[in-house]
């Protein structure tokens, strides 16, 4: 049907004498001839095969176009996804309002917990400094947090970067010039020389040891089944085994994970040590904190700084310069103390011989035994612990709205801030089993996995950083649970503030629920539970690449829209 | 237009058109998908396809009413996301196509059949959608009205501003360019002799 006519319309009204011509088959292949001509192609393409041929070959092109076209190749974009809230309303006016509430959940919490630690830690005569002070330039907890200034400095210039990208997103097309960006920022930053450091590392053979004559230079990482240190360390220790003795020179900290540690020996630094027993016959210039089952302060130990302990005996028959403060069962006192102490536990003991020049403050089970050989510069301030008298005090009950109020303040900032996020964390925690499976693991994975990580250098901010957000997940957990319950109670919703509303009502009920003698312990446990592994599934769901939402089927069906009796695609006619 | 694979969002229509937030939620959340998706494979970046979506949503508010329920809702909505689809490219005019209806070109033979099926049977999805980017800015919006969004003759004719008649030219054409981009082979874009 090769016809001279370039018209489209005069051409259908010639004769099929001949082949089809591309433009009458693709037509008929459409459905947009009428009956007579699709009849007459019909009948054509029956009797000639290169027709037949030509009308299947453009049906199926038709098909390759509408797959091609569906095809769901690409997930929809997080910035659409997030489109839906920011167009629904504007929350300017919001925002006031958040930040006002935000400020007094963090009164609140500053007025809870902060403060009161804060007095407490002054009473126990840290220098009269503030806990930040105290963290940060005393260095009583943490060495590590210059590493965490570096940390901090590092995460402003990937928030500088990622603001950048965002803001030349639009210049640069395709993820591929994104992440060669990005691939090249941390090169850069890999490229800037890191200052010397000399660092030795230990862990050959079941015994280590720095003998008496030697000296090391730096760092020493030790790793064995005992390690004995006779010589002289020029830098910090950090020892993990099962007995440490050192008995040389330490000139900065030492950090101990022991079964046994003992310093007969001299540390000019700090101690920080998670051990069983801790013996102190040496000299320690600075600090000493632990969590031990026993510490002994030996009549020749001598701490020049403070003594911060976390056990279940401590006894202290050496000098400690500054303050003591002690949370464990049973405190015995032989020595001289040169601060206060501020003491927590079942028992507290003076013997003769013992001198404290500060503030005694022993709050316990049983009255303070004093000797009359010791000497107090002042009488122990005590306070027998009241158990149970919680629910009788009606301040108990004004902390726990106040908390509850802050609780949800929390989350109302969270929803407002995340919207997605939080309405995908409550999708999560509609799948139970996943949901308590999770949260079992993370909430006793997690902190092992963070104490592993923090036996490195490196890993140690990691590992902190992971048990920061640990604890905020802990927190966090009841908000999520709450909105659950909300919605159990007024109804399932996809709207925000409906959604904030429910969750308001929800966390009243759980923190009700969670007052309850003896049952209250097993909720609270059940909602960090089901709270943390909630979160958990989200935060994976949120870094696993999305599956693309259900959308329309396909709209194109070809062969539905040809005419009667074609054998397009079909076995041959006969 | 057959519509989604999901019901007539009757209600959420009602209650978008009484200002419900809720509902233009819903609806975005069932339909921005196969919209991103028309607008992906109509413009040119995929920037352009995420500024198009939110802008076809945005224009949605203000049409929502204009909207004939008896219709499907796909249906309508397809075509002011093509309508708004063209308004962009024909404003950048990033590529300067035949725009008059001329048919000087229009091929009239009958092609190799066996060579224009042996390029389909050779070509991916993929392939296809590589191929579609390099076309000209009729010839892709008239093969995604068609063949994305099922759009009837007539209603590519009223989007594309030429004659209805001349639909199978704009979209025969298109197919030949596609060939071409798939293959590099002007003679069987052209329409090679039996």
């Given amino acids: 049907m090769n016809e001279s006519s370039n018209n489209p319309d005069e051409r259908l009204d010639e004769h099929l004498d001949d082949h089809l011509d591309e433009m009458t088959g693709m037509l008929y292949v459409e459905g947009q001839l009428d009956r007579q001509r699709a009849q007459q192609v019909s009948a054509h393409s029956q009797e000639c095969p290169s027709c037949r041929t030509l009308l299947r070959a453009l049906e199926r092109e038709s098909r390759l176009l509408t797959r091609a076209m569906l095809e769901e190749d690409e997930p929809l974009p997080s910035r659409l996804a997030a489109f839906q809230q920011s167009a629904q309303k504007s929350m300017q006016w919001i925002w006031g309002a958040v930040f006002g509430l935000a400020a007094t959940g963090a009164y609140a919490l500053y007025t809870g917990y902060v403060e009161p630690m804060q007095q407490r830690f002054e009473q126990a005569g840290f220098g009269g400094s503030s806990v930040l002070n105290l963290m940060i330039f005393q260095g009583a907890f943490w060495k590590g947090w210059q590493s965490m200034l570096t940390l901090l400095e590092v995460l402003a210039l990937l928030t500088i970067a990622g603001s950048a990208v965002v803001f030349l997103r639009r210049r640069l097309r395709g993820r591929g010039s994104v992440f060669a960006m990005m691939v090249a920022g941390i090169c850069a930053a890999a490229t800037v020389p890191s200052p010397a450091m000399a660092t030795e590392f230990r862990n050959q053979g079941d015994t280590i040891e720095v003998g008496k004559d030697e000296t090391i230079k730096g760092d020493l990482f030790a790793h064995g089944h005992h390690v004995k240190i006779e010589g002289t360390v020029d830098g910090d220790v950090y020892v993990f085994c099962q007995g440490a003795d050192i008995e040389g020179h330490v000139t900065g900290d030492v950090i101990a994970f022991a079964q046994m540690l003992r310093v007969n020996g001299k540390v000019d630094g700090n101690i920080r040590s998670f051990t069983n027993t801790t013996w102190v016959s040496g000299n320690i210039a600075k600090n000493l904190l632990t969590f031990a089952e026993t510490v002994n302060i030996d009549p020749t130990g001598k701490v020049g700084g403070s003594v911060t302990t976390f056990l279940n005996t401590l006894t202290i028959d050496g000098a400690v310069g500054r303050d003591v403060l002690s949370f464990g069962s049973e405190a015995t006192i032989a020595g001289n103390i040169g601060g206060g102490i501020q003491a927590q536990g079942n028992t507290l003991k003076f013997n003769s011989g013992a001198q404290v020049a500060g503030p005694v403050k022993f709050k316990g089970n049983h009255a303070p035994e004093v000797s009359s050989g010791a000497k107090l510069a002042i009488p122990v301030v005590f306070t027998q612990e009241e158990h149970h008298k919680r629910y009788e005090d009606s301040g108990f009950y004004v902390w726990r709205v106040i908390w509850t109020a802050a609780v949800i303040l929390f989350g109302l900032v969270l929803f407002v801030l995340l919207p997605n996020f939080a309405r995908s964390t409550v999708d999560s925690a509609e799948r139970y089993g996943a949901s308590f499976g999770l949260g079992v693991l993370v909430l006793f994975g997690v902190p092992i996995a963070a104490f592993i990580a923090c036996i490195t250098v490196v890993g140690m901010m990691i590992g902190i950083s992971t048990f920061i957000l640990w604890m905020t997940t802990l927190f966090c957990a009841q908000i999520v649970v709450g909105a659950i319950v909300g919605q159990w109670l007024m109804g399932h919703t996809r709207e925000t503030w409906q959604l904030i509303g429910r969750m308001v009502v929800g966390v009243i009920v759980v923190r009700v629920l969670g007052m309850i003698p003896f049952l209250g312990g097993w909720v609270r446990f059940a909602v960090v539970l089901w709270g943390m592994g909630a979160i958990s599934l989200a935060i994976y769901r949120h870094f696993t690449p999305p599956r693309t939402v259900a959308v329309p089927a396909s709209p194109v069906m070809p062969p539905s829209s040809l005419p009667p009796n074609t054998t397009i695609g079909s076995p041959q006619p006969a | ?194």
């Fill in chain 2, 1 to 194: 237009m057959s519509s989604p694979g999901i019901a007539e969002p009757t209600e959420a229509i009602a209650r978008a058109k009484a200002g419900d937030a809720q509902a233009w939620g819903q609806l975005y959340h069932d339909y921005a998908p196969a919209i991103f998706r028309f607008c992906r494979r109509a413009l040119p970046t995929r920037e352009d396809a995420e500024d198009a979506t939110m802008e076809v949503f945005m224009k949605l508010k203000g049409k929502i009413n204009q909207y004939d329920p008896s219709r499907p809702f796909s249906g309508w909505l397809y075509k002011v996301a093509a309508n708004h689809c063209w308004d962009t490219l024909r404003r950048r005019k990033i590529r300067q196509d035949k725009e008059t209806e001329d048919s000087d070109e229009l091929p009239l033979e009958h092609p190799d059949p066996s060579q224009l099926d042996r390029l389909i049977e050779q070509r991916s999805s993929a392939e296809v959608r590589k191929a579609l980017a390099c076309l000209g800015k009729r010839a892709r919006m008239a093969l995604v009205m068609r063949y994305y969004s099922d759009m009837s003759y007539d209603e590519i004719a009223d989007e594309l501003g030429v004659r209805r008649a001349f639909v199978g030219v704009v979209l025969l054409r298109a197919r030949h360019e596609l060939r071409n981009a798939l293959e590099g082979n002007a003679a069987l874009a052209a329409g090679g002799k039996a």
